[in-house]
């Protein structure tokens, strides 16, 4: 990890260069805080959410997942509070209106300079919209500002039809939509932005140890997520345990899991003990009886419920962060752990005008395409292609030359991070490459 002040700008430029991340609408002059991901910057994401799925999903027998539909009944809302409760204090500057955060109040107007601010008002963070062609009232809805409640209003749903006991989680991932006033720090603070949450169901404790041996289970999931999985340097994470009079008040415990990002230490994730506040509002709400009933006991209950929360694009970022490697500022490396690397491999003949080459070359890139995503390259020669993938984070390169056609049907792998180049058998490689994945 490079520690540069400049860090942020080289990164971003970075991923604009190369494809990862464009700012948004750019070709009508963007639109603020807003940046969509390109065709690199799309198979990074999609890999760290698969590697999640895979590893909190696919791979634990007391979970399940789902995909619940971005707006929701707007009683959702009223039931968790966010429409009493979700806003930010926000002053305006009284001369061109230009509104600010309270707790983030410049001292003079950064629009205009001026020093009059209005009296503070409460902003509702929740993105409104209107279902049907009516705007009225009665057709308000929001775009959901969190997946976890989803969760929540689909438990019964999810406990008639999976069968599953206490304890066990309903996962999902998604896009949550949030009018931050202050948004910035490229992709780390949007108003449109995705989660990965889970919602782990445990019987009502019985003492404090019954939900934090649960909630330290998580904690250790986290960790072994971020420096197993992301490749994160866990000196570059700190655990902040948020002081008891600062909790919400239906959390017993939570856990901010901060990363020393280039702009300061910031909110990555979040891990919370939230008793059985939601299932109980939703539960009043609805006017539904969602209470688990105990298969041996025949007792009815409302579950309690830890909840570890990820952010998928300060994941993103705090893998380029961490990878970002310019100590040879001619030959820029992204360090990114094999499995999440937007390309695997990277194919290339060695001349891009023999076409003994050029032929072997495309069969191998097709044959390692039914099991990779692959790069192919016959620009310039070997050595601009390798800096090229480098700078991308592609982990392998394969270059065809005259011996693998003439002599050994073998190719030359060139690691990014050890610089090795072995020879393997065509017929080895694709092994070879998966035995780095796992
Ligand atoms: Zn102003």
Request: charged share 30%; glycine share 6%; with cysteine.
């Amino acid at each position: 990890m490079a520690e540069k002040n400049d860090l942020m700008d080289k990164i971003v430029s970075l991923c604009k260069r190369r494809g990862f991340v464009f700012p948004g609408s750019e070709i009508y002059g963007g639109m603020a805080n807003s940046w969509d991901y390109g065709p690199l910057g799309v198979e990074l994401k999609n890999n760290i959410k698969q590697a999640w799925w895979s590893r909190f999903v696919k791979q634990r027998d007391d979970m399940v997942g789902i995909d619940a539909a971005l707006i929701m009944n707007p009683k959702v809302w009223q039931a968790s509070g966010h429409l009493q409760n979700f806003s930010d204090p926000l002053v305006e500057c009284k001369k061109c209106h230009m509104r600010y955060r309270q707790d983030k109040l410049p001292e003079k107007c950064e629009g205009c300079g001026g020093k009059e601010f209005s009296e503070a008002k409460m902003f509702n963070l929740m993105f409104q919209t209107y279902i049907g062609p009516a705007q009225e009232q009665a057709n308000v809805a929001y775009f959901r500002p969190e997946t976890a409640q989803a969760m929540f209003v689909d438990f019964k749903n999810v406990l008639d039809t999976s069968r599953k006991q206490l304890p066990f989680g309903i996962a999902q991932q998604g896009k949550a939509f949030r009018n931050e006033i202050t948004p910035g720090n490229f992709i780390f603070r949007t108003r449109e932005f995705e989660q990965m949450e889970i919602e782990y169901f445990i019987k009502p404790p019985q003492n404090d140890e019954d939900w934090n041996n649960v909630f330290e289970m998580w904690r250790g999931e986290m960790k072994a997520w971020m420096t197993e999985v992301l490749g994160l340097k866990w000196e570059h994470v700190h655990e902040l345990e948020v002081p008891k009079d600062e909790l919400a008040h239906y959390s017993k415990r939570t856990i901010d899991f901060e990363y020393h990002f280039p702009f300061g230490v910031s909110e990555l994730y979040g891990l919370a003990y939230r008793t059985d506040f939601d299932l109980k509002n939703h539960m009043e709400s609805s006017k539904q009886d969602i209470r688990y009933t105990d298969p041996q006991s025949g007792e009815k209950f409302i579950p309690h419920c830890i909840e570890p929360t990820w952010g998928v694009d300060r994941s993103v970022l705090a893998v380029l962060c961490e990878a970002y490697d310019d100590s040879n500022p001619e030959n820029i490396i992204l360090h990114l752990p094999a499995k999440l690397a937007p390309y695997t491999v990277a194919v290339f003949p060695l001349l891009k005008n023999k076409e003994q080459l050029v032929g072997k070359a495309r069969e191998v890139y097709k044959d390692l395409q039914k099991h990779f995503n692959v790069a192919w390259d016959d620009r310039g020669n070997v050595g601009k292609r390798y800096y090229s993938q480098d700078e991308i984070g592609t982990p392998f390169c394969v270059t065809v030359d005259f011996d693998t056609v003439e002599k050994d049907d073998c190719v030359t792998v060139r690691n990014r991070d050890t610089k090795e180049q072995p020879r393997i058998k065509i017929s080895e490689l694709a092994d070879y490459i998966k035995k780095s994945l796992q």
